[in-house]
């Protein structure tokens, strides 16, 4: 029997918390060693007294004792960490947002192909049995080719993370890429038949870079569109996605008073070929979905990804979600459609 991998843990705020949570219940993980500092420091080795604590993450990503690496600090420090964790031989599962700009994602790409090791990017969503079940109906073409994209997200003002970060756009990047970089990902994930986006344009309530409404629409060649709407003024936590391709539609709701419930009211509707008026569509079951359930999944299949030589989500891919959201602030900002390979201007 293969021995379980060992894990070390670049923070422990709320979300590490959680992270540290689906590491330890993962089969194929344990988890060894966790960087932090002060009473986060304090609490980890409470709760995890058989894990070695370090207070400096640059011991962490150098201890002989690790094999891989899952990072969790507040955005800005993402790639310097990833990329130190890689050039010490670490496989790596690092939180969205990738980085904040395409010159670091490019960077870490780079990094990751000369270390020999697998870079995974935290887009969880994927592993969703919601969100998840969607890519998997698209690739048994229970709705044809799809065609037209919509995720509405309605929730609750930004937590402000431990000093803040999530309200200063040094450490953050932008709001964009704190939550829509998941949608995003999402849409270019389920709209891969179409290729590469050729346009974008959005539209923003405030500040662009930190909006209390976005709405961006993501347009592709051969006609398929994708529409991002989020709004982050409002309550609770409410996510609706809806799905038309040439051979059916999709639509699936996620709604509870937080983002990190266990719990929610959830519901997933497919409908093959076109609805007549007054027909219903078949109500499809799907285990628990939400981040923490999503999280447990991946922390197991990172694992076995690491042992096989593959990402859960490619680096390229996660680069391509941060050229969404950067594209879109810039459209917001600008005031007008920007053609896709300006992402990199």
Known sequence: ??????????????????????????????????????????????????????????????????????????????????QAALAAGKHVLLEKPMALSLAECDRLIAAARASGRVLTIGHEMRLSTQWGRIGALIDEGAIGRPRVVQIT????????????????????????????????????????????????????????????????????????????????????????VSLIGDGGSIRALWSAAMDRAETASASLHLFRG???PGERAEALDFAPSGEVHELATQAERAIQGFRAGRAIVTPEEGRAAVAACLLAERSAREGREIAWREAAA
């Open 1 to 82: 029997m293969t021995a379980p991998m060992r894990v070390g843990l670049i923070g422990y705020g709320a979300w590490g918390r959680h992270h540290a949570r689906a590491i330890a219940s993962a089969p194929s993980a344990r988890l060894a060693v966790i960087a932090a500092r002060g009473e986060a420091a304090e609490a980890a080795r409470r709760a995890w007294p058989e894990a070695r604590m370090v207070g400096d993450w640059t011991e962490a990503v150098t201890a002989p004792e690790i094999e891989a690496v899952f990072v969790a600090v507040p955005n800005h420090l993402h790639a310097e960490v990833a």
């Open 153 to 240: 997200l309605f929730r609750f003002p930004y937590r402000s993370g431990s000093g803040g970060w999530r309200y200063d756009r040094a450490r953050v990047g932008s709001w964009l890429l704190e939550e829509a970089v998941h949608h995003a990902d999402l849409a270019l994930w389920w709209l891969r038949g179409s290729g590469e986006p050729v346009s974008l344009r959005a539209n923003a309530v405030g500040d662009p870079g930190m909006p209390h409404a976005l709405d961006a629409t993501l347009r592709f060649a051969d006609g398929a569109a994708a529409t991002i709407v989020n709004t982050v003024a409002g309550f609770e936590h409410h996510l609706a």
């Open 274 to 276: 076109r609805a007549a």
